[in-house]
């Protein structure tokens, strides 16, 4: 979905100045993909977990000390059942969507200590935790 999306609107002078930078910053930055069936990416610096998921999740946890962020429900549940997920970063839009993919389906319960929490002028708050 962001591989569909970010590349094209780095270059696109249509996109807002916002939509840009932001674009190329992510363009800019390392993308790890879990995958069983793809094996090419078209977005630049982007490249596959290979081996082991705890294994190499603890390896790239190891090289990049501030932190990864996990974009998708499945891998997400599977980091959480492994206990590979230091901080959670809950952002909470102001929206009821009515369908979608939900998050925490299917998952252990876990106690969770809330650290902070941010608002933007969107209305948006983002809520960080740790395992409680």
């Known amino acids: 979905m962001m591989e569909s999306c970010w590349p094209a609107a780095a ?3 249509k996109a807002s100045r916002l939509h840009r930078d932001w674009a190329r910053k992510l363009d800019a930055k390392d993308k790890y993909v879990v995958s069983a069936t793809r094996r090419d990416f078209s977005w630049s610096n ?3 977990v ?3 998921l705890a294994a190499a999740i ?6 990049t000390p501030r ?4 974009g998708s429900p499945a891998l997400s549940k599977e980091l959480h059942r492994l206990g590979l997920i230091d901080e959670y970063l809950l952002v909470v839009h102001p929206v009821v969507a009515g369908h979608g993919p939900a998050l925490f389906v299917d998952w252990r319960a876990s106690r ?5 929490a941010r608002r933007f002028k969107s209305g948006v708050v983002a809520l960080r935790c740790r395992r409680g």
């Open 11 to 13: 270059r696109d002078p």
């Open 46 to 48: 982007t490249h596959l």
């Open 50 to 52: 290979k081996g082991g």
């Open 58 to 63: 603890k390896g790239l946890k190891k090289r």
């Open 67 to 70: 932190g990864l962020l996990a």
């Open 112 to 116: 969770l200590k809330f650290l902070d």
